[in-house]
């Protein structure tokens, strides 16, 4: 069990600093749909096999595509292109980056939460969760219904071509 | 003895698995299954081909394939070779690692799709509490193999097709997920198996409870094939890859194996949508009458199977291919509003499963087809107004 | 059963790739990409609590990941369209030479 979690974090996380750092952006889309592959494959370790699934479905077959999308519609894919790739002060994102990670990982270790027992796995079926959702969270479910609504009116109108500036 | 016949193969890979060593008992499991599988959709692929030639030469008023064998029945096996030895040739601007993995990106997530269909009495590869979600997470997948072929290329007509085909493909993923909500909302479950079940009974003692049989079963029947057409990519819907337009759309760079490939990948996915199909609409491998239960439920299964592909193939044979604006406009205005129209229709079914006064059955029937049909009626004439209908005349070679 | 804080380590490593190169980069879909990575990382963060945590009855880690997911799905696409439409208007993606307020 714990090697299979080595091998697939591992993976993430390469794929995580190549969606990062490579100079070819529709490469950079690629290796962004591996991490998030990667990620889902972590969730359904975690018996959440219903949000595994949903991420597939909405980050890589929606998420990714739109990424790609958006490359190919700004000619970002050209090939040849000699400019720097990073910004000039990137030792202090670097620097940063490492306090914020330093930080993080103190706090993991000295919390108390890490030396208690593991319970055992719960049973998460889709009717729970349906059940919670219908019930518990209905709210936000109604809110974020009106959410994803005003994000699609909002994008296409922002990215719709606007003939009177022409 | 039938019902032998019925978990034969199930009784066949206990069988095998008694003969293996505790130790590997799961793994062998696994591979079993997995090679039972593909030899069956393989083979159904070699057939399907064929078949699909001969059945449009026929509709075209010529005969398909007849040289190679019998009736040109080894024309797979004539094409798989000829597959197999051609050039792989591979362009020298393509980015060559995408170039390799497309194929590969296509072929794998369609075969994950099916480890969940239901083939016959207790014979599910994989049995999921979220199997639906996990069907339409892979189907969504393979889109991005349509890109990396199209874009890898180097070539504007691939790159082209490709984005015409994942706007596509994006466009008629909304109906196709919309259509399976209904089934869903009054099964009440994701997971297949159970959905078959739900259709188990006979009314009256000899009308099925299948899905299609309802209202909005029908309906929704009708709007998920159309909408499995235009995600396969195949004919009205075929303008990403039609020859007459971009030579080969996405997959013009690709030659020998992986050509093959693609080719599999396409015909898989139209595969694992019918079985989607038979599971939710037409009963899953449940009998249409009781007194015909002998058969094997894996029979039943294939057969519904081998029906929507015929149906596919005839659809293919008939109907001219639709512009990208067509198509677009057709998913967005037309089969969205249909599929949540016909979700309307399915709850107001379900809550009038009490009813109980004489012919109550045929009254829910036609209030949910009015629910239905009223809509379509009055959208359809919205959308398609303005346009003459001109006198058809009909030249017949002779 | 891997220990909790294998996971929260791994989740902390994520966000700091995100994090360093969303600060870096100089194409704004790179940012989006790195905002992305951010997002996934708490994600792991909720499941990884929810899993080993002392009520995972009450569902509220898989909750707030389904809602979280779906907000970030809104929030990539109306980015897009942001980049797209910002694209049009400036003929780049670089971020650093959107520098000027008055078009």
């Known amino acids: 069990m714990e090697l299979v979690f080595v091998i697939i974090a591992a993976l993430t996380l390469v794929s995580a600093i190549a969606a990062m750092s490579l100079r070819n952006l529709v490469h950079c889309a690629l290796w962004l749909v591996l991490a998030l592959g990667g990620l889902a494959c972590l969730y359904i370790q975690l018996s959440a096999e219903f949000v595994g699934f949903a991420q597939i479905l909405v980050y890589i077959g929606a998420v990714a595509i739109l990424i790609v999308f958006a490359i190919l519609l700004t000619r970002g894919a050209g090939v040849g292109d000699k400019s720097p790739t990073v910004s000039g002060s990137w030792i202090t994102s670097v620097c940063v980056g490492l306090l914020v990670l330093g930080s993080l990982v103190f706090s993991i270790v000295h919390s108390s939460a890490i030396t208690r027992p593991l319970p055992q796995s719960p049973d998460l079926t889709v009717k729970k969760?349906?059940?919670?959702?219908?019930?518990?969270y209905v709210l936000p479910l109604e809110v974020i219904a009106l959410l994803l609504t005003a994000a699609l009116i909002g994008a296409v109108i922002i990215a719709m071509r606007d003939e009177e500036s022409k | 003895m039938f019902e032998t016949l019925d978990q034969i193969f199930i009784l066949l890979k206990q069988g095998v698995l008694g003969l293996l060593p505790q130790g590997i008992r799961p793994l062998a499991s696994c591979l079993l299954t997995v090679s039972a599988v593909f030899s069956v959709f393989g083979l159904l692929f070699a057939v399907t081909t064929l078949v699909e030639r001969k059945a449009l030469g026929r509709i075209q008023n010529r005969l398909g394939p007849n040289r190679v064998g019998p009736f040109g029945l080894l024309q797979p096996v004539a094409d798989g070779i000829k597959m197999l030895t051609k050039e792989n040739i591979v362009p020298r601007a393509a980015d060559r690692l995408v170039h390799f993995l497309a194929p590969v990106v296509l072929i794998v997530?369609?075969?994950?799709?099916?480890?969940?269909?239901?083939?016959?009495?207790?014979?599910?590869?994989?049995?999921?509490?979220?199997?639906?979600?996990?069907?339409?997470a892979v189907g969504a997948s393979t889109e991005l193999a349509v890109f990396m072929a199209g874009w890898s290329s180097r070539n504007k007509y691939a790159l082209l097709g490709a984005m015409r085909g994942i706007a596509q493909m994006i466009s008629y993923e909304i109906p196709l997920v919309l259509s399976t909500l209904a089934v869903v909302m009054v099964a009440g479950t994701l997971s297949l198996p159970q959905i078959v079940s739900a259709q188990g009974g006979y009314l009256f003692g000899w009308i099925p409870q299948w899905h299609v049989l309802t209202p909005w079963g029908l309906a929704g029947f009708v709007l998920f094939l159309i909408a499995a057409t235009a995600e396969s990519n195949r004919a009205p819907f075929d303008l990403p890859e039609a020859e007459s337009e971009l030579v080969a759309g996405y997959f013009t760079e690709y030659s020998g194996f992986k050509f093959a490939l693609f080719f599999l990948g396409e015909y898989w996915g139209l595969f694992a949508v019918s079985g989607l199909a038979v599971t939710f609409f037409l009963g899953g491998w449940h009998a249409p009458l009781p007194m015909l239960q002998w058969v094997p439920s894996w029979l039943w299964f294939f057969g519904k199977l081998l029906f929507l592909l015929s149906l596919f193939i005839w659809v293919r044979g008939t109907v001219p291919r639709l512009r990208t604006d067509q198509l677009m406009n057709y998913a967005w205005k037309f089969l969205l509003p249909l599929t949540l129209v016909n979700?309307?229709?399915a709850a107001a079914w379900h809550y009038s499963r009490s009813w109980d006064f004489p012919a109550a059955l045929l009254w829910r029937w036609l209030a949910c087809a009015a629910i239905i049909a009223i809509p379509y009626v009055l959208l359809g004439a919205a959308l398609g107004g303005g346009r003459q209908k001109t006198q058809r005349i009909y030249r017949y070679a002779d | 059963m891997i220990p909790l804080h294998y996971y929260l380590v791994f989740s902390a490593l994520l966000f700091t790739v995100g994090l360093v190169g969303a600060l870096t980069r100089r194409n704004a879909i790179l940012v989006l990409i790195g905002i992305e990575l951010m997002l996934n990382a708490a994600n792991l963060n909720f499941i990884a609590f929810w899993r080993y945590g002392p009520n995972p009855e009450a569902l509220t880690g898989v909750m707030f990941v389904i809602f979280s997911i779906a907000i970030a799905a809104a929030e990539a696409a109306v980015g897009l369209a942001l980049i797209i439409a910002s694209y049009r208007h400036y003929k780049t993606v670089n971020v650093d030479k959107i520098d000027r307020l008055n078009g």
């Open chain 1, 129 to 136: 969760i349906g059940d919670a959702l219908m019930t518990r």
């Open chain 2, 109 to 136: 997530p369609v075969a994950l799709a099916f480890s969940v269909l239901p083939y016959g009495r207790n014979m599910v590869p994989v049995e999921l509490d979220a199997g639906l979600l996990f069907f339409f």
């Open chain 2, 343 to 345: 979700l309307v229709a």
